[in-house]
DNA sequence: CATTAAACGAGACGGTACGTCACGTCTTGAC
DNA sequence: GTCAAGACGTGACGTACCGTCTCGTTTAATG
């Protein structure tokens, strides 16, 4: 099972002309622009060699896949710094980065991951990289997070950070890909609510 | 823009050879065994009509995509029963329900709505056709449930129901499609119990 | 070695739509057209494709080859009637016949025969194409034309009406192919000439 | 129209690496290897370049084509030596010297000449090559033999010496490319004997 | 010797054409 | 009017070469 992005390692040896970074970031922008345009599905190769003003066969070199591509400008894409930054309370902070996440996904950066999230449906080179690059990273960092709160005191101490992993971030999956409502800040504080106080009247 | 399934009604009219039911049947099962053999991507127009031995013409006659098939023979395999069971009480039916959703996806049908729920992303009108037909009959069962359960003073009054179902079953979608844990029941009594009982230490 | 021509038989037997003979020769004329225009080597497939009016796999579907369909055209322009016309005399029948055929090669024929037997040099398959449908027949028609001579003892009957056909029409190639020199009905004669009565001074 | 052959003056000038006349001798050697093995039309540039252990852009510095390199190779190989050599008598020597010319093109010369004369019928500027290269100066030297014979009375004084040359050769061409029966000796005195001696029984 | 300028290997690059695949429509004859 | 078969126009796919370009590295003549 062959990598989704090719290596670019082929060419750090030995001689021969470097690929041009200049086209590297011309391809991903092409990309973005034309997906966010007309959507992932109606978009060819073609077009996007067209648009970045490349040969198709510059891109093939460097990508097997036009979903291999929107990854690549995905993930370049996103502010890996801080996700969950101070505020008023240890748990005021989850809610805030829940929050900036669906503003994220309202914007462009929905559009993106939800192409990429049906395209890795069909792919599973697809799905591991998107799963290694976007999804366990960010949860890696949300696990130590919430394993202080547990160590803390802050969190029931019999909670998988798995768990509240899923039951904070799935809704916000959801709703982007089904649709059954806005992704707003109020849905946000909603979900982020009721996760933490339970649905079982007391 | 014009309806994915082809009105059956095209024919209700005067006479001509009626449609074969049998073969209605023959494409329907020979696309579920391609996708479940192969992926919904794999797979060809050419190579259902091949397996259910039928021409190409009257598959179109009947569906305009391949998703579209998929769909109808998802929805036909789901049995549209009572959704919550009686149990040994009001939030056990909710447990049951959930567990008995999550063995669903971990078999045959977790692949096709996989599938539709990916291709959904691609193309409204599949996207509407699955919130009409799949999800939303759920829902609105499960919010007449929720409702019952907040007028009965077992859940919290405060609570959308909306948001209620987001919490429980958002995160089985997203196992299903991220893959980032096994589908089990364990897993959705972890769910269950957190989403019941809430995050937060008292 | 599959055929340069593909199979038209493939659809005699049963149902299925039967291929347009309309398209076979519009595609055949647009091959023609664009070859006397531009040269053989100079157009592309989509090139005819897109002057027949006609889809590439339509294209596809019938020939393997560019040349293929250059041969067809070819063969199908030909006049395969009579070649050896009478005239005033035995031998002036045949020199008439080398004057028609250098006629058409300095027509259009003479650029669909250079280009077929160029490419017969690269194309094995190609090459016993032409050799059965166009050199071996009207081979045939002169050696038996020859053998009569001989018979009649009008020509001599030491000789091989293959190296008697060589002698006559191999300079009437060679001059289409090297351009040493007009292929002009006194070059015609002149060789015609010198064959009949030698080189040698007697 | 730039020339088929690049400028090897292009350094006369001043400084500078000089150009390696080793690879020069390589590429022509792997050029004509990959001809005979494969065929001159199943080989790229790339192919060339890697066999001769030699950049591309080495290759394109001294020649612009495919077809000018196998016609370097191909005039380099010719002895270009007297082509007439002395025998029995006058017209034996012709006879002779046609036998040496079927010889060569029964072996590795046949195969280069073949390719050339059939990419000339594609490129104008290669075909001016060949005639300038290799038909022009055997003509020429074919002709002043021949215009010796008609001045000693040894051939007829009618005869155009270019027809002669025509009569006698061009079936030699004939065979190479139609594959009309093998370019034997035999063949090649029974095209001699009658061109000199005459068709028509006397 | 040090300089220098071109040759050299490698391989990226923009193109063009290729031949294949799948789509969705159409056109046959058979029922 | 449906059905199986398959032709048809369309358009994306991924590959193969082409001929040019751009790297860093030789390599020979010149200063």
Redesign the pocket.
């Known amino acids: 099972m062959e990598p989704v992005r090719k290596q670019t390692a082929?060419?750090t040896s030995?001689?021969?002309?470097?690929?041009?970074p200049r086209?590297h970031q011309a391809i991903l922008k092409a990309a973005v622009d034309l997906v966010l345009e007309s959507g992932s599905r109606a978009i060819?190769?073609?077009d996007i060699a067209a648009r970045a003003?490349?040969?198709?066969?510059?891109i093939?070199?460097?990508w097997c896949?036009?979903a291999a591509i929107i990854m690549d400008a995905f993930v370049a894409r996103v502010d890996p710094g801080t996700l969950f930054l101070p505020a008023r309370s240890y748990t005021e902070s989850i809610r805030l980065q829940m929050r900036s996440m669906a503003k994220a996904f309202r914007g462009k950066d929905g559009a993106l991951i939800r192409a990429l999230l049906a395209e890795a449906q069909f792919d599973p080179r697809l799905a591991v990289e998107l799963r290694d690059r976007w999804t366990m990273p960010r949860r890696k960092m949300a696990i130590s997070y919430f394993q202080r709160g547990i160590k803390d005191g802050l969190l029931r101490s019999d909670a998988d950070p798995d768990a509240i992993i899923d039951i904070l971030y799935a809704p916000i999956y959801y709703r982007l890909q089904m649709g059954t409502g806005p992704l707003s800040d109020a849905y946000v504080d909603e979900i982020f609510d009721h996760a933490m106080k339970g649905l079982r009247k007391v």
């Open positions: 082929a060419q030995s001689g021969g002309r470097p690929r041009s086209i060819s190769m073609d003003d490349v040969g198709r066969m510059t093939y070199r460097r896949n036009k």
